[in-house]
């Protein structure tokens, strides 16, 4: 009982905190400060009007993620004054990063007398000036018509922040490891029963278990100081770069994805898809994973990926990669990058969200958390 009450004062806190809190009531009338002024005439604009803090979830990677991917598309940002998610861009780590960007704010979506596209959580009538309207769904559920979309799964913010994308790789490069991993692999985090019973999937865990288990100690490396392993040629079977022990830095971590031929792509801590994923196709690493289907355009089993199904076909795979040819392991990479330009670059997926043939669309922000 006590609990439940504990729980109760804390939402009704965070309900009225974007209005008490001088924080959160400084960032707020910052962003408002800004109004319109940054706009150049002719730029097309998307006005997000969002009212449920539920957009700022995962740390604000589902609000950064979209509104990056609109400015990477080039369009121009605008957000409606609404008080429980605009004020949240002082305290979020990642919505702060667009901070530094040109953005407009309006109090009301009457202000805009130009033609416009709207994203919205909202269930209201739709303006006269906007030409396409998106409805922000954040139901568990996957796409069930024509028409809904699902949200991917985007390279982290603070990586975004630190590289420039699209990352540059030649394809036809020789690679000094041909399985690499790196990541946090702390038990308490990535080893949950949540992966195995919900979703039916190995664990992070789980996998680099089985990966070790399939080969010789000889045959992995396990770096103690990442800029030595960055900066050295010496090939190796599998390189397995903990970040408890051995961190690489953020503004390295592509470099090193794209020392590999494949990445071991493990689940997160409470769900399959990882943004390493992404990151590793970014860097042109062919993923071994178990959840290719969790992409809104599923990946494809010996096109631009290898997937197993238990430990047994896990270990087939080390094998089998490790016997690759490089003409083999480059097909798989061209198809790779082919599958990246074409669903995960900068600004690709605004694109197949407002340049579509529907005027109204639902957007499913957690499709990807949904077991198939």
């Not at 680099?208 to 490396?221: H, M, S």
Request: proline share 7%; charged share 25%.
């Amino acid at each position: 009982m006590i609990a439940k009450f504990g729980k109760s004062l804390e939402a009704a806190y965070r309900e009225i905190r974007p209005f008490i809190s001088p924080p959160y009531r400084r960032a707020f009338q910052k962003l408002v400060a800004r109004g319109m002024e940054e706009w150049r005439e002719g730029e097309p604009i998307v006005c997000c009007d969002f009212v449920n803090p539920a957009i700022d979830s995962v740390g604000g990677r589902y609000y950064f993620s979209l509104v990056r991917d609109l400015i990477d598309a080039g369009y121009f940002p605008v957000f409606t004054a609404r008080r429980a998610t605009l004020s949240t861009f002082g305290t979020s780590r990642m919505k702060s990063l667009l901070l530094k960007e040109r953005l407009g704010v309006i109090q009301s979506l009457d202000e805009l007398k130009q033609p416009y596209f709207l994203i919205t959580d909202r269930d209201a009538p739709t303006p006269a000036n906007a030409e396409r309207v998106v409805v922000v769904s954040y139901q568990w559920r996957t796409c069930q018509k024509a028409g809904e979309i699902a949200f991917p799964v985007f390279v982290h913010p603070q990586i975004t922040e630190k590289v420039e994308l699209p990352f540059p790789y030649e394809v036809p490069t020789t690679r000094s490891a041909r399985i690499f991993f790196g990541g946090n692999t702390e038990e308490r985090k990535y080893d949950k029963n949540v992966i195995r019973d919900i979703y039916g999937m190995l664990t992070r865990r789980d996998m680099l278990a089985v990966t070790c288990a399939a080969l010789q100690p000889e045959q992995i490396l396990r770096p103690a100081d990442s800029g030595e392993w960055l900066a050295s040629s010496t090939f190796h079977p599998f390189v397995l770069c903990e970040t408890q022990h051995c961190k690489i830095p953020q503004e390295r971590w592509l470099d090193a994805l794209a020392k590999a031929d494949f990445f071991l792509a493990c689940p997160g801590v409470g769900m399959p898809l990882c943004h390493n994923l992404i990151e590793a196709m970014a860097a042109g690493a062919v993923p071994i994973l178990q959840y290719g289907d969790y992409l809104p355009e599923p990946l494809r089993d010996g096109v631009n990926c290898l997937t197993f199904r238990d430990p047994g076909s896990l270990r087939d795979i080390v094998d089998s990669v490790l016997s690759m040819t490089q003409e083999e392991i480059q097909t798989l990479r061209v198809n790779t990058r082919e599958y990246y330009e074409e669903f995960l670059a900068p600004g690709r997926f605004v694109e197949r969200l407002l340049c579509s043939p529907y005027f109204r669309r639902t957007l499913l922000l957690n499709a990807y958390r949904v077991p198939r």
